[in-house]
């Protein structure tokens, strides 16, 4: 692992099992992480801040959203499909975006959505997208290349 990504990981305080994982697959940079990290820390990684352009995190944020959309059942989480959809096609602003997204993030904490057996599998799906709709050139990753 060189210097630069051992930095980033400590300073984005990465889980020890992250890191071994990063040692297990030989990876060296972000640019290995990107194509061949397992999906629950290419998620992690791809998802701090200043990583993706914002309307990439959008994008991101609907995609996972609509994974679970039939099992939603909170009128907040709901109301987050349209609002993203929006703010896309310009037709929300970011205060909304912000409102939305605090009142499903309250929803979500209270339902403990993070301990079900789903979320391995959604990880996988979010980790496809990733790499399917977010190239590797434009992530803000260029100093641990």
């Not at 959008?58 to 703010?87: H, M, N, Y």
């Amino acid at each position: 692992m060189n210097k630069e990504l051992k930095r980033w990981l400590k300073a984005n305080n990465a889980y020890k099992q992250c890191i071994d994982s990063v040692l297990k697959n030989k990876i060296t940079n972000m640019h290995d992480a990107y194509n061949r990290a397992e999906s629950q820390y290419l998620v992690w990684a791809v998802t701090r801040k200043g990583i993706m352009t914002q309307r990439d995190c959008i994008r991101f944020a609907l995609f996972c959203v609509k994974q679970v959309q039939d099992k939603l059942t909170d009128e907040r989480s709901k109301a987050v499909i349209p609002a993203l959809e929006g703010w896309l096609g310009g037709t929300v602003g970011n205060n909304e975006i912000k409102r939305v997204a605090n009142a499903a993030y309250v929803a979500v904490n209270a339902a403990d959505a993070y301990t079900t057996p789903v979320a391995h599998v959604a990880r996988k799906l979010q980790a496809e997208w990733i790499r399917a709709n977010v190239p590797f050139e434009s992530l803000n990753l260029k100093v641990i290349r």
